[in-house]
């Protein structure tokens, strides 16, 4: 069983940067695919980024290209996402996941191919 901690979240305002952090326990996920997920009060989970097991394949949703980054280290069992020119619609609470596939597929945007998830870090964007 893996257990998944994010930290790095907080209270930024809009044009700021933020890099979240996601430590894996218990079992490696150097074998997995890695997403970034997020969910804002009174909405649906929603994708935000994956990266494949080796790291060469990343991919976002529209909403987040070319302000955020998802990385990781699997010597270290991390992944990381780098946010940059925050807006308030980035305002939400954002959760690492564990994906059931190595590799980013059609289906990585969909959360039941994700099969263990972090408690979430609070991401907070001031206008």
């Known amino acids: 069983q893996v257990q998944l901690v994010e930290s790095g979240g907080g209270v930024v305002q809009a044009g700021g940067s933020l890099r979240l952090t996601c430590a894996a326990s218990g079992r490696t996920t150097s074998n997995s695919a890695m997403g970034w997920f997020r969910q804002a009060p009174g909405k649906e989970r929603e994708f935000v980024a994956a990266i494949s097991w080796s790291g060469v394949t990343t991919y976002y949703v529209d909403s987040v290209k070319g302000r955020f980054t998802i990385s990781r280290d699997n010597a270290k069992n991390t992944v990381y996402l780098q946010m940059s020119s925050l807006t308030p619609e980035d305002t939400a609470v954002y959760y690492c996941?564990?994906?059931?596939?190595?590799?980013?597929?059609?289906?990585?945007?969909?959360?039941?191919?994700?099969?263990?998830w972090g408690q979430g870090t609070q991401v907070t964007v001031s206008s």
């Open positions: 996941a564990k994906a059931l596939s190595a590799h980013i597929t059609g289906t990585s945007l969909r959360t039941d191919q994700y099969d263990a």
